[in-house]
Every structure is written in structure tokens, then in C-alpha cells.
């Protein structure tokens, strides 16, 4: 009996034991089980973490570029600025300069006053040829009597003697003039258009340079404009003779020693202000 019951026993106990077992083997199997499911989280935290670090550090990188770039444009862009200034300051300076050179307020003046004074005076000169032109021996005329004003010179015609062409040039030499110089086709047409025998001839200032046979010259030492001389005048000029006459609107030449007419001409004074009243 005694046997029996403690067969029973350990039968009962048995299984009890085989529960403590498997409890055990259970409490291991989950023992083992947490650490490992701990593990994995911390590692993809480490893993979330690293990502995160290196986001931070693509971005810092980019930031860093950026910055860079900016701080090469403000670089350039400074430069630039200081550029822009000098070159401001460098005008600025010019014209400081420019100032200091400009006239002051009395020669502004009297420039202004020289300039009313010179229209004044054309005015004046414009009003006395009219004048001239109705009445010729107006008080206005700056040219002495028996002289004609042209523009601005005066003009002598001498006629009804004859003179070589250095003596003439000596008489318009004592009366402060020379013999004339035709400088353009308006004043070669005045000349023209004188009241004048068509048989008169008239000594001009122009005779062949004497160290250049091929050329003439003024007696300002000028040469004479090709735009009065006309074909057959320089044909004539290349001949042998050497001193130029003026007869009938046209240039003729014939020996110096010839003797005939002349023309003086010198310049013309300032019309009186005082003499258009």
C-alpha cells in the first residue's frame, strides 16, 4: 500500500515537475527573447540616429557651399562697390577741378558783355551799309572818301594814271594798305561790278614767286585760291610774264614794268555807334 501511494506520488509529482520544467524552459525561452527584441531597437534607433547625423551633415555641407558662394558674390559685389566708388570719386574730383578752373562770376561777366558788345557791333555794321547804300557819304562809313567799303575792307580804285607794278605797290603801301587780294568769287564780282572802263586795267597784289617761277604768291606771301581762277587765267599764269592785273572781271599777267592802273585795299575800322545817329 505504502508502495502504492507513493508511486502516486511521484506520479502526481512528476508532472507537476514537468510544468516547472517547461515553466522554466518557457521563462528562458522569453529571457532570451527580450534582449534580442531590445537589440533591434536600439539599433535601428542607432541606424534612425545616423541617418539623422548624416542629413545634418549633407545640409551643414550645402549651407557651407551656399555661404561660400554668397560670400564670393558680396566679395565680388564689394569690389565692384569700391570699383564704382573710386571711379565716383575720381569724376567728383574732375569736376571739383573743373570748377576751380571755371571763371568767376566777374570774367563770366565780362565775357557776357564782350559778346553783347560783338552784337552790337554787327548790328551796327549791318544798319551803316544800308545807310551807305542810300546816301554814300553817310558818317557812318568807316572807309575814307573816294574809298569803297566791301565786307570788310575798303577798296581804292586809282585811275587816269599809270604806274609800274612796284610803284603802284608802294603807293597803297604809303596809304597803309596793299595792293588787292581777291579772296573769294563774291569779292572778285564786287570788283567786277565797280563803275569802271571796260578798258582800265588794274594792278592786283599777286606776282610770281621769285624763288619758285611756277607758283604765285599774294603779297601776304599767300598762295591764290584755285577756286577764283578759272582755266584760261591759269594757262596765262603759266606763261613768262610775272606780275597779275585785274581788267573786266578777269586775271590776265604782263611784265612788272608795265604802267597801269591799281587797286589798294586795307581794312576797314569799326562803324561808330555814335555815327548811325
Same mark, same amino acid.
Given at each position: ?64 557651399? !551656399? ?5 564670393? #558674390? ?61 546816301? #554814300? ?22 585811275? *587816269?594814271? *599809270?604806274?609800274?607794278? *612796284? ?24 570788283? !567786277?561790278? !565797280? ?31 584755285? #577756286?577764283?581762277? #578759272? ?10 610774264? *610775272? ?35
Amino acid at each position: 500500500m505504502s508502495d502504492q501511494v507513493s508511486y502516486a506520488t511521484l506520479t502526481f509529482q512528476d508532472p507537476a515537475g514537468a510544468r516547472n520544467n517547461q515553466d522554466g524552459n518557457n521563462l528562458r525561452k522569453r529571457g532570451h527573447l527580450a534582449p534580442a527584441h531590445l537589440w533591434r531597437r536600439a539599433a535601428l534607433g542607432t541606424l534612425v540616429l545616423c541617418l539623422l547625423l548624416l542629413t545634418g551633415l549633407v545640409t551643414a555641407g550645402v549651407m557651407v557651399l !551656399q555661404m561660400s558662394k554668397e560670400i564670393n #558674390s558680396d566679395s565680388e559685389q564689394l569690389k565692384w562697390l569700391q570699383e564704382t566708388f573710386h571711379q565716383k570719386q575720381d569724376n567728383l574730383s574732375e569736376q571739383l577741378s573743373n570748377c576751380r578752373k571755371a571763371p568767376t562770376g566777374e570774367e563770366f561777366l565780362k565775357a557776357q558783355i564782350a559778346e553783347l558788345l560783338q552784337r552790337q557791333q554787327e548790328m551796327a555794321t549791318e544798319l551803316c551799309k544800308d545807310l551807305v547804300t542810300h546816301k #554814300s557819304d553817310h558818317k557812318c562809313n568807316p572807309c575814307p572818301k573816294t574809298w569803297q567799303w566791301y565786307q570788310h575792307s575798303c577798296y581804292h580804285f586809282t585811275t *587816269g594814271e *599809270g604806274k609800274a607794278w *612796284g610803284d603802284s605797290r608802294k603807293d597803297c603801301a604809303d596809304q597803309n594798305a596793299t595792293l588787292v587780294k581777291i579772296d573769294s568769287m563774291k569779292e572778285k564780282d564786287f570788283l !567786277q561790278s !565797280q563803275p569802271l572802263s571796260s578798258l582800265a586795267f588794274f594792278w592786283l597784289g599777286l606776282s610770281r614767286n621769285p624763288s619758285h617761277h611756277q607758283s604765285w604768291l599774294w603779297e601776304d606771301g599767300s598762295m591764290p585760291s584755285p #577756286s577764283i581762277l #578759272s582755266d584760261k587765267e591759269r594757262t596765262q599764269m603759266n606763261g613768262s610774264q *610775272g606780275c597779275a592785273y585785274f581788267q573786266r572781271g578777269n586775271i590776265y599777267v604782263s611784265r612788272c614794268s608795265a604802267e597801269i592802273s591799281w587797286i589798294c585795299e586795307k581794312t576797314a575800322p569799326l562803324v561808330k555807334i555814335e555815327d548811325l545817329y
